[in-house]
């Protein structure tokens, strides 16, 4: 930290000196403008002029084993234009490649191909999409797959887990946008100041978003099963005890989720305290279907211990909730 006095004209006019090496690093000469901000919590951000309006970032990147990977890495950086350039040919391969990963992630678009290049651009402003909303869309398709995947173990209907597999993409999407926004925030105050979203408190959105993608995914695995099983009826004694724990589960993440958004800490602590009951459900219901002599009773334990750890998400996200600080 760099301390500095405040010092005042004769005229009334107080003012700082900015530090010549941050000065110097930015480019800054007598009579450029700075933008200065006025944050939340009464501190003051001041950023070169050129950063406020910034040319597009661009990354270029090489045809590699790793192209998808290096794709995913470079939007969730944040940069605006991504270019996969090679020297000879763009193979059949390595289109199709991009091509998926584009799929992948909101906003990305190609905007320009031709044999020795592909030019990929994210078109959504991240001033225009609030985080908080990107989270609470992601947690209602997590939950939605939560609810019919359980639903499609009960009655068997592979047709319904067979679409809670489809949408567990949508939910990695939402998760990669993100993941991409928060990262943006950090490095832009005046971003953070305009979405309302502190960036002490972009560490808590990331990992709540982490953990709704992990119930999605637990989600998916359960359909997975559902798929696997076919049309194998489940016993009505070991229906009731599955259907029993997930209504448990499912309330635990709901309630977590709600305790984020108010700052309930004591509806967060409700979430917590149900581990014991929870922990014997769940053994109450193992043990149910281990007794099974038919052949689907491996795959009813997996999905068990697929909804077991959604309960301990719903634990996580409700480790985070903190007093609201007025």
């Known amino acids: 930290m760099d301390l500095r006095k405040v010092q005042r004209t004769s005229g009334g006019t107080f003012f700082v000196c900015l530090p010549k090496s941050w000065a110097e690093k930015n480019g800054l000469e007598r009579g450029v403008v700075v933008a200065i901000t006025e944050m939340a919590d009464g ?32 939007y969730l950086l944040g940069y605006d234009i991504i270019r996969v350039e090679v020297k000879e040919r763009i193979s059949v391969a390595d289109r199709e490649r991009v091509k998926q990963a584009v799929s992948r992630f909101v906003g990305l678009e190609i905007i320009e191909e031709n044999y020795s290049q592909i030019v990929m651009q994210c078109l959504l402003e991240p001033s225009t999409v609030p985080p908080e909303k990107i989270l609470r869309r992601e947690y209602s398709i997590a939950a939605g797959m ?23 993409n949508e939910v990695n999407r939402l998760y990669f946008l993100l993941v991409r926004i928060l990262r943006t925030v950090i490095q832009n105050p005046s971003l953070s100041e305009k979405l309302g979203i502190p960036p002490i408190e972009c560490l808590d959105y990331r990992l709540t978003a982490s953990l709704v993608e992990s119930i999605g995914d637990q989600s998916a695995q359960i359909a997975g099963k559902v798929v696997e099983l076919g049309d194998n009826p489940m016993p009505e004694g070991l ?10 589960a499912y309330k635990a993440h709901e309630d977590a989720i709600s305790a984020l958004f108010t700052h309930d800490v004591s509806l967060a602590e409700s979430v917590k305290a149900q581990q014991e009951e929870v922990a014997k459900m769940f053994y109450d219901a193992e043990a149910s279907a281990s007794a099974q002599l038919s052949d689907f009773a491996p795959h009813v334990l997996a999905a068990l211990a697929s909804m077991n750890r ?4 719903s634990v996580d996200i409700a480790d985070l909730v903190v007093p609201k600080i007025s």
Request: charged content about 40%; hydrophobic content about 40%; aromatic content about 2%.
């Open 43 to 74: 501190r003051v951000a001041i950023s070169p002029k050129r950063e406020v309006d910034r040319p597009p970032r661009v990354a270029v990147v090489e045809s590699t084993p790793l192209l998808d990977r290096e794709i995913e890495e470079k």
């Open 146 to 168: 939560h609810r019919d995947a359980v639903t499609a173990l009960i009655e068997r209907d592979v047709s319904l887990a067979r679409n809670v597999v489809a949408r567990d």
């Open 239 to 248: 229906s009731q005890r599955v259907l029993r724990f997930h209504t448990v």
């Open 310 to 313: 959604i309960y301990d998400d």
